[in-house]
């Protein structure tokens, strides 16, 4: 552990708060070699400097792309051991863009989620200053007239 100076380290539950995750966890990370404190305090608390919040900041985001916490511990460990660059870096640039590709989808599908939610939004703006006591077949030939002849399909729930 490297020394550091008092004022630019914080405790463990400090760094976990800031992360959006529980201490266990930054222990968990600890005890996997991915997070490590900077030192200890007088009463054994750990101390983490910015360097381990950038790097739980890391797996957090390699986590979110789809790498095991295995995967990135390996990875780690191969830098650690001085691995040649291309091999430390091959495994993760395949998973990134497999991860950047799902996204991609993801995006897309989300997209198309959002033009039908909008879509309806417009159609049921039509429904505001209506005096109608219920939802009858008139609601219904309205809303297809103002949809185009296709209504989105979560407000097909309700005809």
């Known amino acids: 552990m490297s020394t550091q100076r008092s004022d630019t380290l914080e ?3 400090d760094l976990a708060q800031r992360a959006g995750v529980t201490p266990r966890t930054v222990r968990f990370y600890e005890a996997l070699g991915l997070v490590e404190p900077a030192s200890r305090s007088a009463g054994g608390f750990r101390l983490y ?3 381990a919040a950038e790097r739980l900041q890391a797996v957090l985001s390699l986590k979110e792309m789809g790498f095991s916490l295995d995967e990135i511990r390996e990875s780690r460990l191969l830098a650690r051991e001085g691995r040649v660059a291309a091999e430390v870096t ?3 640039r395949a998973r990134a863009n497999a991860s950047a590709e799902r996204l991609r989808g993801h995006i897309s599908r989300l997209e198309a989620i959002l033009g039908e ?3 309806s939004e417009r159609i049921l703006s039509t ?3 209506c005096d109608g006591k219920r939802f009858d077949q008139k609601c219904r030939e309205h809303w ?3 949809a185009g002849g296709s209504v989105p399909g979560f407000l097909k ?3």
């Open 11 to 13: 405790k463990i539950g």
């Open 144 to 146: 297809l007239e103002r």
């Open 117 to 119: 939610v909008e879509r």
């Open 90 to 92: 091959s495994g993760l």
């Open 157 to 159: 729930v309700v005809m």
């Open 49 to 51: 400097g910015p360097e």
């Open 127 to 129: 429904c505001e200053g």
